[in-house]
Protein backbone atom coordinates (compact mmCIF):
# COMPACT_ATOMS: atom_id res chain seq x y z
CA UNK A 1 0.00 0.00 0.00
CA UNK A 2 1.29 3.49 -0.92
CA UNK A 3 1.54 6.11 1.35
CA UNK A 4 -1.65 8.29 0.31
CA UNK A 5 -3.63 5.19 0.77
CA UNK A 6 -1.85 3.60 4.60
CA UNK A 7 -2.67 7.59 5.40
CA UNK A 8 -6.38 7.29 4.66
CA UNK A 9 -6.96 4.13 5.76
CA UNK A 10 -5.65 5.20 8.83
CA UNK A 11 -8.04 8.73 9.02
CA UNK A 12 -10.87 6.53 8.18
CA UNK A 13 -10.24 3.95 10.99
CA UNK A 14 -10.45 6.72 13.18
CA UNK A 15 -13.09 8.64 11.86
CA UNK A 16 -14.15 11.27 14.56
CA UNK A 17 -10.91 11.11 15.96
CA UNK A 18 -8.11 13.94 15.63
CA UNK A 19 -4.99 12.90 14.89
CA UNK A 20 -1.57 15.26 15.26
CA UNK A 21 0.53 15.43 12.36
CA UNK A 22 3.60 13.97 14.60
CA UNK A 23 1.89 10.74 15.35
CA UNK A 24 0.52 9.87 11.65
CA UNK A 25 4.39 11.11 10.30
CA UNK A 26 5.83 8.39 13.14
CA UNK A 27 3.01 5.73 12.18
CA UNK A 28 3.72 6.09 8.43
CA UNK A 29 7.31 6.48 8.63
CA UNK A 30 7.32 10.19 6.56
CA UNK A 31 8.15 13.24 7.44
CA UNK A 32 5.45 15.77 8.52
CA UNK A 33 5.87 17.57 5.33
CA UNK A 34 5.21 14.66 3.67
CA UNK A 35 1.95 13.51 5.49
CA UNK A 36 1.19 17.18 4.26
CA UNK A 37 1.45 16.62 1.10
CA UNK A 38 -0.98 13.36 0.69
CA UNK A 39 -3.08 14.86 2.82
CA UNK A 40 -3.40 17.90 -0.03
CA UNK A 41 -3.38 15.06 -2.67
CA UNK A 42 -6.53 13.24 -1.16
CA UNK A 43 -8.32 16.73 -1.11
CA UNK A 44 -7.80 17.08 -5.09
CA UNK A 45 -9.04 13.72 -5.46
CA UNK A 46 -11.94 14.92 -3.45
CA UNK A 47 -11.58 13.57 -0.17
CA UNK A 48 -12.82 16.25 2.94
CA UNK A 49 -10.48 16.16 5.48
CA UNK A 50 -10.26 18.89 8.13
CA UNK A 51 -7.00 20.25 9.26
CA UNK A 52 -6.04 22.60 12.48
CA UNK A 53 -2.41 23.17 13.59
CA UNK A 54 -3.03 22.11 17.45
CA UNK A 55 -5.22 18.54 16.53
CA UNK A 56 -3.62 17.73 13.40
CA UNK A 57 -5.72 15.60 10.90
CA UNK A 58 -9.34 14.80 11.46
CA UNK A 59 -11.51 12.18 8.19
CA UNK A 60 -14.60 13.86 7.55
CA UNK A 61 -15.95 12.59 4.43
CA UNK A 62 -15.21 10.43 1.60
CA UNK A 63 -15.83 12.30 -2.17
CA UNK A 64 -19.13 11.42 -4.35
CA UNK A 65 -17.45 9.73 -6.44
CA UNK A 66 -17.25 5.55 -7.36
CA UNK A 67 -13.32 5.68 -6.77
CA UNK A 68 -11.64 1.97 -6.60
CA UNK A 69 -10.59 2.70 -3.08
CA UNK A 70 -13.33 3.48 -1.93
CA UNK A 71 -15.79 0.58 -3.66
CA UNK A 72 -12.95 -1.81 -1.78
CA UNK A 73 -13.29 -0.43 1.53
CA UNK A 74 -15.02 -2.88 3.86
CA UNK A 75 -16.16 -4.95 0.73
CA UNK A 76 -16.27 -8.79 2.08
CA UNK A 77 -16.60 -10.32 -1.24
CA UNK A 78 -13.95 -13.12 -2.40
CA UNK A 79 -13.02 -11.98 -6.02
CA UNK A 80 -16.15 -9.58 -7.17
CA UNK A 81 -14.50 -5.72 -6.44
CA UNK A 82 -10.90 -7.33 -5.67
CA UNK A 83 -9.42 -7.50 -8.70
CA UNK A 84 -8.34 -4.42 -10.81
CA UNK A 85 -10.92 -1.90 -10.76
CA UNK A 86 -10.43 0.47 -14.20
CA UNK A 87 -11.65 3.51 -12.81
CA UNK A 88 -12.93 6.77 -15.46
CA UNK A 89 -14.30 10.44 -14.67
CA UNK A 90 -15.78 10.24 -18.12
CA UNK A 91 -15.76 6.92 -21.08
CA UNK A 92 -17.48 6.06 -24.09
CA UNK A 93 -18.59 3.03 -22.64
CA UNK A 94 -18.15 0.78 -19.77
CA UNK A 95 -19.56 -2.07 -21.47
CA UNK A 96 -16.82 -1.36 -24.40
CA UNK A 97 -13.80 -0.83 -22.37
CA UNK A 98 -14.47 -3.92 -20.18
CA UNK A 99 -14.70 -5.76 -23.57
CA UNK A 100 -11.41 -4.31 -24.49
CA UNK A 101 -9.81 -5.24 -21.37
CA UNK A 102 -11.01 -8.68 -21.52
CA UNK A 103 -9.47 -9.25 -24.76
CA UNK A 104 -6.22 -8.08 -23.84
CA UNK A 105 -6.44 -11.14 -20.99
CA UNK A 106 -8.54 -9.19 -18.01
CA UNK A 107 -9.56 -12.13 -15.40
CA UNK A 108 -12.52 -12.44 -14.11
CA UNK A 109 -14.21 -9.87 -11.73
CA UNK A 110 -12.31 -7.29 -13.21
CA UNK A 111 -14.60 -4.07 -13.22
CA UNK A 112 -14.83 -0.77 -15.18
CA UNK A 113 -16.80 2.32 -13.38
CA UNK A 114 -17.20 5.34 -15.13
CA UNK A 115 -18.68 8.54 -13.05
CA UNK A 116 -20.37 9.46 -16.93
CA UNK A 117 -20.72 7.76 -19.90
CA UNK A 118 -20.53 9.77 -23.60
CA UNK A 119 -22.04 6.59 -25.44
CA UNK A 120 -23.22 4.02 -22.99
CA UNK A 121 -24.66 1.27 -24.79
CA UNK A 122 -28.18 -0.35 -24.14
CA UNK A 123 -30.12 -3.29 -25.52
CA UNK A 124 -31.02 -3.04 -29.51
CA UNK A 125 -28.64 -0.46 -29.89
CA UNK A 126 -30.36 2.18 -27.96
CA UNK A 127 -28.35 4.37 -25.76
CA UNK A 128 -28.33 4.60 -21.80
CA UNK A 129 -28.74 7.91 -20.78
CA UNK A 130 -25.48 8.21 -18.33
CA UNK A 131 -25.56 11.22 -16.72
CA UNK A 132 -22.42 12.70 -14.51
CA UNK A 133 -22.08 11.20 -11.36
CA UNK A 134 -26.12 10.49 -11.25
CA UNK A 135 -26.17 7.05 -11.55
CA UNK A 136 -24.02 3.72 -11.53
CA UNK A 137 -22.46 2.65 -14.71
CA UNK A 138 -20.38 0.03 -14.43
CA UNK A 139 -19.23 -3.31 -16.24
CA UNK A 140 -17.69 -6.84 -14.72
CA UNK A 141 -15.79 -8.94 -17.03
CA UNK A 142 -16.68 -12.97 -15.82
CA UNK A 143 -15.04 -16.47 -17.67
CA UNK A 144 -17.33 -18.65 -16.40
CA UNK A 145 -17.01 -22.42 -17.93
CA UNK A 146 -20.05 -23.15 -19.98
CA UNK A 147 -21.25 -23.38 -22.99
CA UNK A 148 -22.75 -20.25 -24.85
CA UNK A 149 -26.33 -21.44 -24.62
CA UNK A 150 -25.65 -21.14 -20.90
CA UNK A 151 -24.85 -17.21 -20.74
CA UNK A 152 -28.22 -15.75 -20.96
CA UNK A 153 -28.82 -17.24 -17.16
CA UNK A 154 -25.94 -14.90 -16.28
CA UNK A 155 -28.48 -11.77 -17.39
CA UNK A 156 -31.05 -13.31 -14.97
CA UNK A 157 -28.83 -13.31 -12.09
CA UNK A 158 -27.53 -10.39 -12.60
CA UNK A 159 -31.11 -9.22 -12.19
CA UNK A 160 -31.94 -10.88 -9.48
CA UNK A 161 -29.27 -9.11 -7.84
CA UNK A 162 -30.07 -5.24 -8.71
CA UNK A 163 -33.33 -6.41 -7.27
CA UNK A 164 -31.47 -7.53 -3.94
CA UNK A 165 -29.40 -4.55 -3.60
CA UNK A 166 -32.59 -2.29 -4.49
CA UNK A 167 -34.49 -3.81 -1.71
CA UNK A 168 -31.16 -4.12 1.20
CA UNK A 169 -30.18 -0.68 0.56
CA UNK A 170 -33.66 1.10 -0.61
CA UNK A 171 -36.86 1.43 0.36
CA UNK A 172 -37.66 0.97 -3.38
CA UNK A 173 -39.97 -2.10 -4.31
CA UNK A 174 -38.04 -3.56 -7.79
CA UNK A 175 -39.68 -6.19 -10.40
CA UNK A 176 -37.85 -7.72 -12.93
CA UNK A 177 -39.07 -7.64 -16.48
CA UNK A 178 -37.95 -10.63 -18.07
CA UNK A 179 -34.88 -10.51 -19.71
CA UNK A 180 -33.40 -7.77 -17.71
CA UNK A 181 -34.86 -4.18 -16.70
CA UNK A 182 -36.02 -3.92 -13.08
CA UNK A 183 -38.79 -1.70 -12.81
CA UNK A 184 -40.15 0.24 -9.95
CA UNK A 185 -43.92 1.21 -10.12
CA UNK A 186 -43.61 0.38 -13.59
CA UNK A 187 -40.73 2.78 -14.64
CA UNK A 188 -37.30 1.79 -15.50
CA UNK A 189 -34.59 1.92 -12.84
CA UNK A 190 -31.99 -0.47 -14.06
CA UNK A 191 -30.59 -2.15 -17.46
CA UNK A 192 -28.18 -4.70 -17.68
CA UNK A 193 -26.42 -5.50 -20.97
CA UNK A 194 -24.54 -8.57 -20.99
CA UNK A 195 -22.21 -9.44 -24.26
CA UNK A 196 -20.54 -12.78 -24.49
CA UNK A 197 -17.61 -13.63 -26.34
CA UNK A 198 -17.26 -17.27 -27.76
CA UNK A 199 -14.57 -19.75 -28.49
CA UNK A 200 -15.47 -22.55 -30.27
CA UNK A 201 -18.10 -24.52 -27.91
CA UNK A 202 -17.03 -22.68 -24.61
CA UNK A 203 -17.51 -18.85 -23.64
CA UNK A 204 -14.45 -17.28 -23.89
CA UNK A 205 -16.00 -14.07 -21.72
CA UNK A 206 -19.11 -12.35 -20.62
CA UNK A 207 -18.96 -8.78 -19.92
CA UNK A 208 -22.08 -7.66 -17.58
CA UNK A 209 -22.61 -4.06 -17.80
CA UNK A 210 -25.15 -2.42 -15.71
CA UNK A 211 -26.70 0.71 -15.70
CA UNK A 212 -28.59 1.85 -12.62
CA UNK A 213 -30.38 5.30 -12.08
CA UNK A 214 -29.34 6.34 -8.17
CA UNK A 215 -29.83 10.28 -7.82
CA UNK A 216 -31.36 11.24 -11.44
CA UNK A 217 -33.21 14.26 -10.12
CA UNK A 218 -34.44 14.57 -14.03
CA UNK A 219 -34.72 12.84 -17.02
CA UNK A 220 -34.80 14.04 -20.72
CA UNK A 221 -38.42 14.64 -22.29
CA UNK A 222 -38.10 11.34 -24.18
CA UNK A 223 -37.47 9.21 -21.23
CA UNK A 224 -39.31 11.15 -18.49
CA UNK A 225 -42.34 8.78 -18.62
CA UNK A 226 -40.57 5.52 -18.98
CA UNK A 227 -37.26 6.48 -16.47
CA UNK A 228 -37.21 6.45 -13.10
CA UNK A 229 -34.71 6.50 -10.31
CA UNK A 230 -33.52 5.97 -6.52
CA UNK A 231 -34.04 9.27 -5.53
CA UNK A 232 -37.13 9.99 -7.52
CA UNK A 233 -39.07 7.27 -5.77
CA UNK A 234 -38.04 8.17 -2.69
CA UNK A 235 -37.03 11.81 -2.08
CA UNK A 236 -33.60 10.85 -1.02
CA UNK A 237 -30.15 10.40 -2.28
CA UNK A 238 -28.32 7.32 -1.95
CA UNK A 239 -24.80 6.25 -1.47
CA UNK A 240 -23.55 5.25 -4.97
CA UNK A 241 -20.34 3.58 -3.11
CA UNK A 242 -22.75 1.69 -0.89
CA UNK A 243 -24.90 0.52 -3.48
CA UNK A 244 -21.89 -0.47 -5.37
CA UNK A 245 -20.68 -2.72 -3.12
CA UNK A 246 -23.88 -4.51 -2.09
CA UNK A 247 -24.36 -5.17 -5.52
CA UNK A 248 -20.91 -6.90 -6.31
CA UNK A 249 -21.82 -8.84 -3.40
CA UNK A 250 -25.18 -10.10 -3.90
CA UNK A 251 -23.66 -10.59 -7.38
CA UNK A 252 -20.86 -12.90 -6.63
CA UNK A 253 -23.46 -14.75 -4.45
CA UNK A 254 -25.89 -15.51 -7.47
CA UNK A 255 -23.42 -16.16 -9.92
CA UNK A 256 -21.52 -19.04 -7.73
CA UNK A 257 -24.68 -20.30 -6.39
CA UNK A 258 -25.39 -20.31 -10.44
CA UNK A 259 -22.12 -21.84 -11.31
CA UNK A 260 -22.39 -24.58 -8.59
CA UNK A 261 -25.91 -25.62 -8.60
CA UNK A 262 -27.51 -24.52 -11.72
CA UNK A 263 -29.91 -22.00 -12.74
CA UNK A 264 -32.61 -23.08 -10.60
CA UNK A 265 -30.66 -22.30 -7.48
CA UNK A 266 -31.91 -18.75 -8.30
CA UNK A 267 -34.93 -19.40 -10.65
CA UNK A 268 -36.99 -19.49 -7.79
CA UNK A 269 -36.05 -16.06 -6.17
CA UNK A 270 -36.01 -14.80 -10.23
CA UNK A 271 -39.63 -15.71 -10.02
CA UNK A 272 -40.76 -14.42 -6.98
CA UNK A 273 -39.14 -11.10 -7.96
CA UNK A 274 -40.79 -11.05 -11.48
CA UNK A 275 -43.41 -9.10 -12.57
CA UNK A 276 -44.89 -10.37 -16.04
CA UNK A 277 -45.80 -14.21 -14.97
CA UNK A 278 -49.44 -14.25 -15.72
CA UNK A 279 -49.26 -11.06 -17.99
CA UNK A 280 -50.54 -10.55 -21.45
CA UNK A 281 -47.94 -9.61 -23.51
CA UNK A 282 -46.27 -9.13 -26.96
CA UNK A 283 -42.86 -10.04 -27.67
CA UNK A 284 -41.25 -8.59 -30.48
CA UNK A 285 -38.15 -10.67 -31.92
CA UNK A 286 -35.73 -9.80 -34.76
CA UNK A 287 -38.07 -12.03 -37.00
CA UNK A 288 -41.31 -12.15 -35.57
CA UNK A 289 -43.36 -11.01 -33.14
CA UNK A 290 -46.07 -13.00 -30.63
CA UNK A 291 -48.93 -11.50 -28.71
CA UNK A 292 -50.00 -14.00 -25.64
CA UNK A 293 -50.20 -14.38 -22.26
CA UNK A 294 -46.76 -15.86 -19.54
CA UNK A 295 -46.88 -18.74 -18.34
CA UNK A 296 -43.40 -19.63 -16.88
CA UNK A 297 -39.76 -19.36 -16.94
CA UNK A 298 -38.24 -22.64 -17.36
CA UNK A 299 -35.54 -24.12 -16.11
CA UNK A 300 -33.17 -23.05 -19.44
CA UNK A 301 -34.54 -18.91 -18.16
CA UNK A 302 -36.78 -18.97 -21.77
CA UNK A 303 -40.24 -17.31 -20.83
CA UNK A 304 -42.95 -19.64 -21.85
CA UNK A 305 -46.06 -17.44 -23.38
CA UNK A 306 -49.34 -19.13 -24.35
CA UNK A 307 -50.12 -17.73 -27.86
CA UNK A 308 -53.35 -16.36 -29.15
CA UNK A 309 -53.39 -19.66 -31.06
CA UNK A 310 -52.91 -21.58 -27.60
CA UNK A 311 -49.49 -22.89 -28.78
CA UNK A 312 -46.77 -22.46 -25.71
CA UNK A 313 -43.58 -20.52 -27.20
CA UNK A 314 -40.20 -20.25 -25.97
CA UNK A 315 -38.73 -16.90 -26.00
CA UNK A 316 -35.20 -16.45 -25.42
CA UNK A 317 -34.80 -13.09 -26.61
CA UNK A 318 -36.97 -10.03 -27.08
CA UNK A 319 -38.66 -6.72 -26.40
CA UNK A 320 -41.64 -7.41 -24.43
CA UNK A 321 -44.79 -4.63 -24.41
CA UNK A 322 -47.28 -5.36 -21.43
CA UNK A 323 -50.68 -4.87 -22.08
C1 LIG B 1 -30.77 -1.76 -21.50
O1 LIG B 1 -31.68 -1.80 -20.68
O2 LIG B 1 -31.00 -1.49 -22.68
C2 LIG B 1 -29.38 -2.07 -21.03
C3 LIG B 1 -28.68 -0.85 -20.49
C4 LIG B 1 -27.30 -1.14 -19.95
C5 LIG B 1 -26.56 0.10 -19.55
C6 LIG B 1 -25.25 -0.19 -18.89
S1 LIG B 1 -24.51 1.24 -18.18
C7 LIG B 1 -23.03 0.38 -17.92
C8 LIG B 1 -22.81 -0.52 -19.12
N1 LIG B 1 -22.08 0.17 -20.16
C9 LIG B 1 -22.82 0.38 -21.25
O3 LIG B 1 -22.45 0.98 -22.27
N2 LIG B 1 -24.05 -0.13 -21.06
C10 LIG B 1 -24.16 -0.79 -19.78
Request: contains cysteine.
Amino acid sequence: MGTKHELLAYLKEHQGDWISGEALSKRLGVSRAAVWKQVSKLRDAGYVIRSSPKRGYIFSRAPEMLLPAEIRDGIDTEVFGRKEIAYFSELDSTNRKAKELAVEGAPEGTLVVAEQQTKGRGRLRRNWHSPFQEGIYASLILRPKLPPAEAPKITLATGVSVAETLLAITPVKPAIKWPNDILVNGRKICGILTETSTEMDAIDFVVVGVGINVNNRKFPDDLREIATSVYLETGRTFDRVTLMQEFLRQFERSYSLFLRSGFESIGKRWRELAMLLGKEVTVRMIDRTCRGRVMELDRDGALLIKSENGELERIYSGDIQVH
